[in-house]
């Protein structure tokens, strides 16, 4: 091959790169090891933490964790193929000779090296969103409702915009920066969730993105085991606001006690929304009880398919970001009319059962608001409850579960599952008010789920409505095929 044709591949390679060896360095502050490589030749065209996920052309990330290092599948990553490896300055000066020898082994890869490896993702994602100036840039955060809040948003904004989102809820430290690595020059918007579980997780991956405009859905007790208080909550979910500029909005739950703190000192326009937040446009018509909410917006009506006054919130949150950028009262009834239920989430399976699928995740907040809309749904058979640990609540696990147990006893439930250890304390709340007609099982293994099933199948009569909630963990899922005759979920 020609010198010239070699400087034109060298030329093209760093045009179709996420961003240019220079620019990337300079991003993550870090320096090239050994000599084999330059600068103005690095090109990667996709991000990975996962050596299993690098393909040819990826930019490794290697992170370092409590029990896990990735350095140590950095092998794995140069043998599929990645073209650029971070590697940490201790693990670098640790063993030297080793990262020279690779480096020097391996003239087709980059390897650079930085202070913290997952700082330096997030940092190489912020330098990549830097390179989309006209991309409208919004975030959506809460306790609980993250996700159908962003999907409701998605489904709306999609209906005038092109729109990019975080896929799933990939909207931790480490799955927002390899969310927005998805950008392309074609999206118009770009909507993500961010989550945390732990203290300024927020802050840094706002900082990745910068949005100009935000959603806060609620501050509840998610995650107060590690954050101690919902003081501290607020104040981290109110990072997400911290780059909405003059021309930005923060969209913010009229009813939640933290309304105002969420609202001080925010630069741009405040929009609060609610049920019975006029100025918003909308008007709430009916609860049309498992088949959702009836309401208008601006005078037109239409109807939210997912149930529950905690959903119908979420997706008023949606409308007000919606209308804020822009969208007709048309194109708002189009996209919420279009909205389904995602995965477990709020996903009603008709079948000799009516269950009520609601076991993706659950917190206080999410576990009270559903045991509530059941109690006061309208059911022409038996109500049954199945409620599944709620994971990660540290000290404040016992009184979270005692708290549901108390709101059960006070339900019209013919029959309520408690599954998992955490929630023999719901099980004891609830003991007096509800004897005979509770069970406490403490295990959640597959012949758990299985025992559940053959009780439920056995109490149940065609048409009763069954309530499944829980965190992921426990796998409540699993009920589901066990439960419907069909063999699969019907919506």
Same mark, same amino acid.
């Given at each position: 091959m020609s010198g010239d044709r070699q400087q034109t591949d060298v030329f093209e390679s760093a045009k179709s790169s996420f961003l240019s060896g220079n620019r990337l360095i300079q991003a993550v502050r870090g320096s090239l090891v050994g000599t084999a490589k330059k600068a103005d030749d690095i090109c990667f065209t996709s991000v990975a933490t996962d050596s299993r996920a690098v393909v040819q052309g990826t930019l490794f990330v290697p992170l370092i964790g409590e029990n896990q290092d990735g350095h140590r599948y950095i092998p794995q990553g140069i043998e599929k193929g990645a073209s650029v490896i971070f590697v940490c300055r201790a693990n670098y000066e640790k063993e030297t000779a080793l990262y020279e020898k690779l480096a020097a082994e391996n003239p087709s890869v980059a390897f650079i090296t930085v202070e913290n490896t997952l700082h330096a993702l997030q940092d190489a994602a912020g330098a990549y969103v830097e390179q989309f100036p006209n991309l409208i840039k919004c975030a959506v955060t809460? %306790? %609980?409702g993250k996700t159908t809040t962003k999907e409701i948003a998605v489904a709306l904004l999609g209906q005038k915009y092109k729109v990019i989102s975080n896929k799933g809820n990939l909207n931790s430290e480490t799955g927002l920066p390899l969310s927005v690595f998805e950008i392309r020059s074609e999206h118009e918007l770009g909507l993500f969730e961010m989550g945390m579980n732990r203290r300024n997780e927020i802050g840094e991956i706002a900082a990745v993105l910068k949005p100009n405009y935000g959603i806060v859905t609620n501050i509840g007790t998610a995650h107060i085991g590690i954050l101690g208080s919902r003081e501290a909550i607020a104040e981290e979910k109110k990072k997400v606001f911290t780059y909405v500029d003059e021309h930005g909005v923060a969209v913010i739950p009229a009813a939640d006690d933290f309304a105002d703190f969420l609202a001080k000192d925010v630069r741009g326009k405040i929009v609060r929304y609610g049920k019975d937040v006029y100025d918003t446009g909308v008007t709430f018509v009916r609860d049309a009880g498992l088949e959702g909410t009836v309401?208008?917006?601006d005078g037109v009506e239409m109807q939210l398919h997912l149930p529950g006054a905690y959903n119908f919130s979420n997706a008023l949150g949606a409308v007000a970001l919606a209308r804020e950028l822009g969208l007709s009262p048309q194109q708002i009834k189009t996209g919420i009319e279009s909205v389904q239920p995602l995965g477990a989430r709020s996903h009603l399976i008709k079948?000799?059962?009516n269950i009520l699928e609601d076991c993706y995740n #659950?917190?206080? $907040? %999410?576990?009270?608001?559903?045991?509530?809309?059941c109690a006061d749904l309208q059911v022409s058979g038996k109500k049954i409850f199945v409620l599944g640990d709620m994971l990660e609540l540290g000290e404040e696990s016992q009184s979270a579960h005692t708290k549901i147990g108390e709101l059960v006893a006070q339900s019209d439930a013919d029959k309520v599952y408690f599954v998992g250890e955490e929630m023999q304390y719901a099980y004891k709340a609830a003991s007096e008010k509800l004897a005979g007609k509770i069970e406490h099982i403490v295990s959640h293994d597959d012949e758990a789920i299985k025992t559940v099933a053959e009780?439920?199948?056995?109490? #149940?009569? $065609? %048409? $009763?409505f069954v309530l499944l909630k829980g965190s992921n963990g426990i796998g409540l899922n699993r009920l589901v095929p066990l439960l419907c005759d069909a063999g699969e979920a019907k919506k």
């Open positions: 809460g %306790s %609980s309401f208008s917006v079948d000799r059962l #659950a917190n206080p $907040d %999410s576990m009270s608001k559903a045991v509530e809309f009780k439920i199948r056995a109490f #149940a009569s $065609d %048409s $009763d």
